[in-house]
């Protein structure tokens, strides 16, 4: 079977016999292999539908599975585990990254001695890899094992499947990270841009640890071995609690890029409040001069205002000396002025400016 085929169709299966004989198929719709599926001993289905929340009931129920297990799978808005006995199912996140946004898609499991049922929507394809080695994984499980012990490790493979792709798009966010770490050390990159991308990539990791949490719940109902259809075996439920420490770590991961971009966040809002203190210093530093200056115009317009007076009887002969007054009084008055402010203090530093 080519990767073309199995990437075209939407349904594939995969089923082992009673004489250990492994058989495959691909196609649009499942009825051609119906009969074969019926006389396997353990088998995995894998059904590609364009709306997981309408088309998961009647797909369940053309293989044996009641509309019940699905509509309580379907409750739940991130994740589910539902054990009916006779037939369970789990609802695990699907995870996918769109440039700065995590997209989480349902993944339905649903399970029934002797087969495992995987629905989830078209542009879910996690599984293709799955796919293409699902005949040489069959035919790895233990011949001799109990029936539950070979469905939950076939259970444990399709997780792990599942949780592989979801944190391989953890490296795609961490690369968007290394990114804005480029922008956050470049000086003229505007805060106007740097703190949305901040937030942007913020929201994106919550996103993720809440469909890496909601994992996590799933595979830490089934690591005790309690549903009937699951392997209580100690090696076997082993697997499971390695499903559970390898997202245990990507949680971990996760946390520490948020905590990493939880510092960004105060160094952008650092550098924020020191332009806000350069930009006051700038405006004191105004303010002083200006200071100055009124104080140079104010004495020499004060003396003109009084020379102006006619009991001054002011000539044109007066002009020399009348210039002269207001000249020397604008800069005595302007030195005067700049040793007060100086005096004083309420010069900014170069050194708070720059």
Known sequence: MTNGNILDKRFFYVGRSKTLQITQ???????????????????????????????????????????????????DYRSGYEDFDNEMGLKVPAMSVEGMDVVTSPVIVLIRKPIILTIHGEKVQRFIRFRRYAEVYMRKIPKN???????????????DENNGR???????????????????????????????????????????????????DVINSM????????????????????????????????EHMSEVLASGLEVLQSIYNNQL??????????????????????????IATVMSNPAFAMTPSDEGWYIALIVGSTILSTVF??????RQGWFPKRTQID
């Open 337 to 342: 002025a700049a040793w007060w402010v100086r």
């Open 223 to 254: 690591r005790y071995g309690d549903a009937e259809l699951l392997s209580d075996d100690q090696t076997v439920l082993r697997r499971v609690e390695l499903l559970s420490s390898d997202v245990n770590q990507q949680i971990s991961l996760s």
């Open 145 to 159: 094992k109990p029936l539950e012990d070979r469905m939950t490790l076939l259970l444990c493979r399709i997780l």
């Open 277 to 302: 203190q350069v930009f006051n210093n700038r405006m004191a530093f105004g303010m002083t001069y200006l200071t100055i200056l009124g104080t140079a115009v104010l004495v020499p317009n004060t």
């Open 25 to 75: 198929g691909c196609a649009d719709s499942p009825e051609q292999f119906m009969d074969t599926i019926k006389a396997s001993r353990l088998a995995w289905l894998d059904y590609q539908v364009d709306d997981v929340e309408t088309d998961a009931y009647k797909i369940a129920e053309k293989f044996g599975f009641s509309r019940k297990l699905v509509a309580e799978l379907l409750k």
């Open 166 to 216: 979801n944190f391989d798009h953890l490296r795609e966010i961490e690369e968007q990270g290394d990114k804005m770490s480029k922008w956050m050390m470049d000086p003229t990159t505007p805060r106007s841009k740097l703190g949305p991308e901040i937030y942007k990539m913020k929201h994106s990791l919550i996103v993720y640890l809440n469909g890496l949490w909601a994992t996590l």
